[in-house]
């Protein structure tokens, strides 16, 4: 006999196409806005709003805040969540088309983890974004965050301007449906002052990406392939490196120092 099959509503597919798991512990809606650390004469951006856990508490510690949910199933309830607040404006968009705000904003959310990259690329895009607070998979903010000891092309190639760090951790019991895995808090925070200067972040990427990119077998044999030995291997033993480490466990801070002597002027 035949397994019966479970009929797919088009609630189940909107659910695995906008990988949703909303937040339901109070205690994680508390640690989140505490990490979140919102002002408040802020504005916000809301990603992923879903039925308001996070809007309500939100609201009530900034100036305005913008809630953008595009799941029609939830989109009258986080409609009514919102008129009842002052300050809340309900957007019933897909975040990923629209522009920056112009003013200094902050970016939070509990944003769908299939759409993590996307939304992280546009925050680093936003030109007024100050901070982003974001609940996604622990796996992703460990690894943007250094948390495992090793360090990503990307966060490597942003840390002039962005500060990444794991600002902790939610189980996955604290979400309704129950995802897999658990969920961090990934906290993106741009630098007041950059590391670098406007002129240096063009060289200093090219840098970054001819480290990561593997010419040679090392990050040794990749920088040799632009800058004379002699001068990379100095650049190595001021920073103390082995010329056999991976190229993702070179610190940050180690690529800024790297990156100062192989291109300071020699005269």
Same mark, same amino acid.
């Given at each position: 006999?035949?397994?019966?099959?479970?009929?797919?509503?088009?609630?189940?597919?909107?659910?695995?196409?906008?990988?949703?798991?909303?937040?339901?512990?109070?205690?994680?809606?508390?640690?989140?806005?505490?990490?979140?650390?919102?002002?408040?004469?802020?504005?916000?951006?809301?990603?992923?709003?879903?039925?308001?856990?996070?809007?309500?508490?939100?609201?009530?510690?900034?100036?305005?805040?913008?809630?953008?949910?595009?799941?029609?199933?939830?989109?009258?309830?986080?409609?009514?969540?919102?008129?009842?607040?002052?300050?809340?404006?309900?957007?019933?968009?897909?975040?990923?088309?629209?522009?920056? %705000? &112009?003013?200094?904003?902050? *970016?939070? !959310?509990?944003? +769908?983890?299939?759409?993590?990259?996307? $939304?992280? #690329?546009?925050?680093?895009?936003?030109?007024?974004?100050?901070?982003?607070?974001?609940?996604?998979?622990?796996?992703?903010?460990?690894?943007?965050?250094?948390?495992?000891?090793?360090?990503?092309?990307?966060?490597?190639?942003?840390? %002039? &301007?962005?500060?990444?760090? *794991?600002? !902790?951790?939610? +189980?996955?019991?604290?979400?309704?449906? $129950?995802? #897999?895995?658990?969920?961090?808090?990934?906290?993106?925070?741009?630098?007041?002052?950059?590391?670098?200067?406007?002129?240096?972040?063009?060289?200093?990427?090219?840098?970054?990406?001819?480290?990561?990119?593997?010419?040679?077998?090392?990050?040794?044999?990749?920088?040799?392939?632009?800058?004379?030995?002699?001068?990379?291997?100095?650049?190595?033993?001021?920073?103390?490196?082995?010329?056999?480490?991976?190229?993702?466990?070179?610190?940050?801070?180690?690529?800024?120092?790297?990156?100062?002597?192989?291109?300071?002027?020699?005269?």
């Amino acid at each position: 006999m035949a397994p019966r099959r479970t009929r797919t509503t088009a609630r189940d597919r909107s659910r695995r196409v906008l990988s949703q798991n909303f937040l339901t512990d109070p205690a994680a809606v508390a640690r989140f806005v505490r990490a979140a650390r919102p002002g408040p004469d802020d504005l916000l951006v809301e990603v992923g709003a879903g039925r308001g856990q996070l809007t309500r508490p939100l609201a009530a510690r900034c100036r305005r805040l913008l809630a953008y949910e595009v799941d029609p199933a939830v989109t009258a309830e986080l409609a009514a969540v919102c008129a009842a607040l002052p300050g809340v404006e309900h957007r019933p968009v897909d975040f990923l088309s629209v522009v920056p %705000p &112009e003013e200094p904003f902050a *970016l939070v !959310g509990n944003i +769908p983890w299939s759409l993590t990259s996307a $939304v992280v #690329r546009w925050c680093l895009a936003a030109p007024a974004l100050r901070s982003a607070t974001l609940l996604t998979q622990l796996e992703y903010a460990r690894k943007r965050s250094g948390d495992y000891g090793r360090w990503t092309r990307l966060t490597v190639s942003t840390w %002039p &301007e962005f500060g990444w760090r *794991l600002a !902790g951790r939610v +189980p996955r019991t604290s979400f309704r449906p $129950v995802p #897999r895995v658990d969920a961090g808090i990934l906290r993106l925070e741009r630098r007041s002052e950059p590391l670098l200067s406007a002129g240096a972040l063009p060289a200093y990427r090219r840098m970054v990406e001819l480290g990561f990119g593997g010419a040679g077998g090392s990050l040794a044999a990749s920088l040799r392939a632009a800058h004379p030995r002699s001068r990379v291997d100095a650049a190595l033993r001021a920073v103390r490196l082995d010329p056999a480490t991976p190229v993702g466990e070179v610190w940050p801070e180690q690529w800024l120092v790297l990156f100062r002597l192989l291109h300071a002027r020699r005269g």
